[in-house]
């Protein structure tokens, strides 16, 4: 068997777990298990979008989870494969999905933990759902970080930390939104592979799963929403009150400036004070009332 190509047996059960999505790995699909040549295609990169194919003697499943970088903080899809036969599991990930590799591994050392495909696929769906909560509860975390910034002083980082949980938020819910309706076909599909009752008893509380993780999704998308309106509108409103500063400076340089300029020029006879002793004193002490007069007067109008 070749090296990204693991196998965990049981009594009546086998689980094929592929950890490279390559060429050769699903040739030995299609040589081993006759699987249609479509459902190896959509194995291949790029992602797929998740689905539910019935084929007459295996179920092709494609379902998208969320993967946290630490290194940039960023949330993206990973795509996991299955091909679902009565007695075997064969599951697609280049070793994403850390659940899934854990399961394979208890699987590995404990055999009766794979005793049947619909067992182990509604652990492996179990833990990758229940993995996207605490997923959730960081970007829960990220958001009160938010919005204690604008509530106590701006930063210039703050836009790009909301666009960087928007980018999140978005990506989880491309990869959840489908969710509840794959499963939902899931359990409809099955009965022609595993005991009806099992199946609509174990997988109807998966559908509760993605229901709870998408109204979350919802609830922090539209609180993310809120705060990048009111960060917009707190830079909005600073941009205003340097304006108004700014066009106050310039309306109290600018008669200054020109009186100051009238005065410099010495080809005019006769002009007023410059033969006066104390001209220059006179001048500037009158520049400064004006000035002092301007701001009483936007004072006086609460424009200050």
Not at 7 to 30: D, P, V
Not at 274 to 281: E, L, V
Request: charged fraction near 25%; hydrophobic fraction near 45%; glycine fraction near 4%.
């Amino acid at each position: 068997m070749q090296k990204n190509i693991e196998e965990s047996r049981a009594a009546k059960f086998s689980w094929i777990n592929i950890t490279k999505n390559g060429g050769k790995e699903l040739e030995y699909l299609r040589r081993k298990f006759g699987f249609h040549e479509l459902d190896l295609k959509d194995c291949l990169p790029p992602l797929q979008r998740p689905k539910l194919v019935a084929r007459p003697n295996y179920l092709f499943m494609i379902l998208l989870f969320p993967v946290f970088d630490r290194k940039t903080g960023v949330l993206r899809a990973s795509e996991i494969d299955f091909f679902i036969t009565p007695k075997t599991l064969i599951t697609v990930n280049p070793k994403e999905l850390a659940p899934l590799q854990e399961i394979f591994t208890k699987c590995r050392v404990k055999k009766n933990k794979c005793l049947n495909a619909a067992d182990l696929l509604h652990e492996i769906l179990h833990e990758l759902l229940l993995s996207c909560f605490p997923m959730l509860v960081h970007i829960s975390n990220d958001i009160d970080n938010v919005e204690n910034q604008l509530r106590s002083e701006f930063e210039k980082g703050t836009i790009t930390e909301i666009l960087r949980i928007k980018t999140n938020i978005v990506n989880f819910r491309k990869a959840m939104q489908p969710h509840k309706q794959v499963i939902r076909s899931l359990i409809a599909e099955s009965p022609k592979f595993f005991p009806t009752q099992k199946i609509k008893i174990y997988f109807e509380n998966l559908v509760s799963y993605t229901k709870e993780i998408w109204d979350l999704l919802n609830n922090y998308k539209d609180t993310i929403d809120a705060l990048h309106e009111t960060n917009v509108s707190l830079i909005d409103f600073r941009i205003n009150v340097i304006m108004k500063t700014l066009t106050i400076f310039s309306v109290i340089v600018f008669p200054l400036t020109l009186l100051a300029a009238i005065f410099g020029m010495n080809t005019l006879g006769g002009m007023p004070l410059t033969n006066h002793p104390y001209g220059f004193w006179i001048i500037l002490g009158g520049m400064m009332f004006g000035a002092l007069g301007f701001l009483w007067f936007f004072e006086r109008k609460k424009w200050l």
